[in-house]
């Protein structure tokens, strides 16, 4: 791998405001590339800014006057500042749902909302990181997208590639469930089944990675995984701006590999750190279902390091048994005083009942997470219901319908008045 | 139904610029209220404005100093000047995508654009139209918002009324499949499957808003459907808006009622008379898939009515035989110089893959429709390659996941790079 990367890396690529890649562990500095490993300690390579020469007050009223979609911020991620004129799907800027009907059921005063992810082109916060990964992508010279998935990522890696012009090849478990098969094969680029586990598909995108079968190959969550990450910072960029330009009191993030959860706070940093809100203290908590709660286990005892557990959830979607970024989640909800929780599948399946019901948002199970983390969380008194609250939905509820499958007809009638009556329908 | 309706008629409703209910055959007026026959020939009601007041300048920045939803035409609907701070699902301002991809397949120079409607809160344009009907049902004082549905509708009126605090009752064929009454059915309300077939459905709730047993329910597509249906002007105003203020100079609408044709031309008639677009001419083309096609068979024989026929499509959401607005499409289609199209199923299901290919747009079976429409109209010379041309998708792929069911894997490998290049994928 190291050969490929070395050569793709240039010092002459425009990320915009992207100035290099930064060890998160020891602080060693690489130009920008296509890496991902600290090749002194092998710690995650991460975006290092250079936000030098930004008038704050300049800054607030161009992203203001920018694009309804997360190109708004393009001074802020690593892309070159034409990027709203190329073909991409223009995700994010979806809606901060004011959630009074819900506040009501759970006690909340201090105002709840929703980020409702689901509105993006293919319906999950996916498309937020992949636009990052493409820009990447174009930027070195790569011509065919991939990634390892099992669900939302391989939809939103194929759609991305097909608008952009690139060649998509996407590997997931061949065993897969054939709705989930349709969604990502539709867009037209390669669809691999692997036979094999899910880490037996990581497995071998590392190896082809290394292969001189993967040269001009962009993984958007390995090779390309720093910039890919960055996306995540959107959702916090919008939300503080949605709310008037002041950051929550407390945030509930869904936990699969917790990169999402460590970019939100990265981004309210930056926000603060540049002066485009007040630097006002914030809780972020995770959730995480029961059937995988390897962070939430080493919240409540204490530990630093997480312990990997094999996943038995009805939430796919953040069924990661071994998270990368773990330990960092651990320290973030700590040093602003949040929590990390789990809930079991019964209570994922209420909870997402209890959005749909209250404010009419049909959530995938990673929303029923949230929401029903945010319940307990509430009961046990850890979050505090007169603070302002968001809550993270990141997928739709159409791509895990099996979730509620139990919910049905109220009743069956014939199609008369009298068979209408009986039935106690009036 | 008369004693209901009369009433509930009062002339202290607010519905902002909303006068009176017109008569599209007669122009009888009657006073605003929950009626949608003429009382005099029976002719379909539709809303009459009062626009008068309105500066073009002021109007147009109010517009685009609105949200980023429908209600920023709020001055040019049947809704109350306050409606975005009301509680409801805030749909529309969908993304026109300029479709370059599909442009350069289909041979089109002057600007080709999908109108991508898949990006509405419940994924279809009828939150637009339902959105309407729910501001009509709280300005009547009505207190279950209903319908008859076999699909789309039945999960838009369900979100709808839960976010509004609403009683719901929706109407189905009880056999429906399991897939879209799990849709329909989260948002918690009543859905109730009727024993009999769609037009039986639709039989029984006009039956019902004749009893007493209705009083205080709004049917969006019945006693609502005057204000229902204005909620499709909002495509024609949004993609003016978002052409720059200007028409489009051909748009590809499909047909089910033909309501929502009638409205996107209704919406364009008052842009001009408002003077937010200039006068320029446009050409309205029909959509419809072969397998339900009265209104295209009625366009070639040159007639001016529409003879019923029984659907046999996969198009489903477009599959009504007898259209009630059928009349007035031809009427549209032969006044802008436009035409009616169909296509076969196997065409539809090439142009949803064709879009999911070019631009990764995943539409549903209606979206298939517009696009193997449009191609087939290039082909024969119909629709003209070098004008700008809009092409509406007005649902979501993963609605209709069983049309593309025949999508899959390119290739099933082991997890080695030997295997991977055996299957020719380098």
């Known amino acids: 791998m190291a050969a490929q990367t070395v050569a793709r890396t240039t010092d002459s690529v425009n990320l915009g405001p992207a100035a290099a890649l930064s060890c998160r562990e020891c602080g060693h500095r690489v130009p920008l590339g296509p890496v991902f490993a600290c090749e002194e300690c092998f710690g995650p390579l991460e975006i290092a800014y250079d936000f030098s020469g930004y008038d704050t007050e300049e800054l607030r009223k161009r992203i203001e006057s920018g694009p309804a979609n997360i190109w708004r911020y393009a001074p802020l991620l690593p892309v070159p500042s034409d990027v709203a004129d190329k073909p991409n799907l223009n995700p994010g ?15 909340v005063t201090g105002g709840l909302f929703v980020k409702d992810d689901s509105g993006n082109p293919t319906h999950s916060f996916k498309d937020r990181v992949v636009a990052q990964a493409l ?6 010279g790569f011509t065919t997208l991939s990634c390892s998935s099992t669900g939302n990522l391989a939809g939103a890696v194929g759609a991305a590639a097909a608008r952009a ?4 090849c996407v590997f997931i478990p061949h065993d897969l469930e054939q709705g989930k098969v349709v969604m990502a094969a539709v867009y037209g680029g390669d669809l691999v089944g692997i036979e094999g586990t899910y880490d037996d598909v990581n497995r071998f995108c590392s190896e082809l990675i290394g292969d001189p079968a993967g040269e001009g190959w962009g993984f958007v969550n390995v090779n390309l995984r720093p910039y890919y990450a960055e996306g995540s910072k959107t959702l916090a960029y ?5 709310l008037g330009w002041r950051l929550p009191e407390q945030i509930v993030v869904p936990i699969a590999s917790g990169s999402q959860l460590t970019k939100i706070d990265k981004g309210f940093q930056e926000l603060i750190r540049l002066g485009l809100v007040e630097d006002t203290p914030y809780k972020i908590f995770g959730a ?17 390091v997480v312990r990997p557990q094999k996943p038995d959830t009805i ?6 048994g071994n998270p990368a970024d773990g330990p960092y989640v651990l320290d973030i ?9 789990d809930v079991t599948d019964e209570q994922i399946v209420d909870a997402i009942k209890l959005l749909a019901r209250t404010e009419g948002i049909f959530a995938e199970t990673a929303g029923g997470v949230t929401v029903g983390v945010t319940r307990k969380l509430i009961e046990n008194g850890v979050l505090d219901p007169s603070k302002t609250t968001v809550v993270l939905n990141t ?26 009556h009986e039935a106690g329908l009036a």
């Open 288 to 304: 995480q279902a029961e059937g995988c709660s390897p962070v939430s286990a080493a919240f409540k005892a204490g530990h630093d």
């Open 395 to 420: 997928g739709d509820g159409l791509k895990t319908l099996d979730a509620v499958a139990g919910t049905g007809l109220t009743a069956t009638i014939r199609p008369n008045l009298d068979s209408f």
């Open 333 to 341: 909800a700590r040093r602003t005083g949040g929590a990390v929780e």
């Open 93 to 107: 800027w979806t809606k901060l749902v004011q959630a009074d009907n819900l506040a009501r059921e759970l006690g």
């Open 238 to 242: 919008e939300i503080a701006e949605q």
């Open 165 to 168: 012009g690139l060649r998509s």
């Open 315 to 320: 939430a796919k979607s953040l069924a990661i």
């Open 135 to 140: 820009e990447a992508a174009r930027a070195f």
